[in-house]
């Protein structure tokens, strides 16, 4: 059974920081992309940022460049996204995501979210 487990979200004031973890079990964690997405009320849900399975690439969405880092680390299957200077339209629940194209079908797992709210 696949099982994606974020963690680290919470409060924090405009202009602080959070670390955002997901923990994967069953699957091989190595073969899979992650990506970050995120849902606020109201809105549709939206990619965060992307990392390839051997962490050698990632992209981010244009609003979150230069404030999100995205990695992981294989031998541990979690994958992390550290978000710095966050605003109050950062907050949202968080969704980790895997997924893995065999073929010509879409191997895709979620997460629960982990919900991250900024405000002061």
């Known amino acids: 059974q696949v099982r994606l487990v974020e963690s680290g979200g919470g409060l924090v004031q405009p202009g602080g920081s959070l670390r955002l973890s997901c923990a994967a079990s069953?699957?091989?964690?190595?073969?899979?992309?992650m990506r970050w997405y995120r849902q606020a009320p109201g809105k549709e849900r939206e990619l965060v940022a992307a990392?390839?399975?051997?962490?050698?690439?990632?992209n981010y969405a244009d609003s979150m460049k230069g404030r999100f880092a995205i990695s992981r680390d294989n031998a541990k299957n979690t994958v992390y996204l550290q978000m710095n200077s966050l605003k109050p339209e950062d907050t949202a629940v968080y969704y980790c995501?895997?997924?893995?194209?065999?073929?010509?079908?879409?191997?895709?797992?979620w997460g629960q979210g982990t919900q991250v709210t900024v405000s002061s």
């Open positions: 069953g699957l091989i964690f190595s073969s899979y992309t």
């Open positions: 990392i390839t399975s051997a962490g050698g690439s990632t």
């Open positions: 995501n895997a997924v893995r194209t065999l073929g010509s079908y879409d191997y895709a797992y």
